[in-house]
């Protein structure tokens, strides 16, 4: 089992960044596929980016391509999305995410994780 707890979220203006951590807790952290979701109010949670294991793979939901950046580092226990450019319809609460499974180059689902942290919130002002 592992335990995730995000931080770095805050207000931020349009065209600013932000970095998002999510520190898990355990020493099976390299053993799992890592993602950021999203929900913004009112709608589903989605799904952001993830990390292979190794974190030499990773996948974006097309609204963050080219401008959000996931990253690991598993001596940390640690994974990060930089966010850049943002927008103030990347305004949600961020979630991190761990999944036992295979990594595979695609669009996740949150029904597909294993685990959850309990958010924390990004809020772009225009």
């Known amino acids: 089992q592992v335990q995730l707890e995000e931080s770095g979220g805050g207000l931020v203006q349009a065209g600013g960044s932000l970095r998002l951590s999510c520190a898990a807790s355990g020493r099976t952290f390299s053993s799992y596929v890592m993602g950021w979701f999203r929900q913004a109010p009112g709608k589903e949670r989605t799904f952001v980016a993830v990390?292979?294991?190794?974190?030499?793979?990773?996948s974006y939901a097309d609204s963050v391509k080219g401008r959000f950046t996931i990253s690991r580092d598993n001596a940390k226990n640690t994974v990060y999305l930089q966010m850049n450019s943002l927008k103030p319809e990347d305004t949600a609460i961020y979630y991190c995410?761990?999944?036992?499974?295979?990594?595979?180059?695609?669009?996740?689902?949150?029904?597909?994780?294993?685990?959850w942290g309990k958010g924390t919130l990004v809020t772009v002002s225009s």
């Open positions: 995410a761990a999944d036992a499974g295979l990594y595979s180059a695609r669009v996740y689902y949150y029904n597909e994780m294993d685990y």
């Open positions: 990390i292979s294991r190794s974190g030499s793979g990773t």
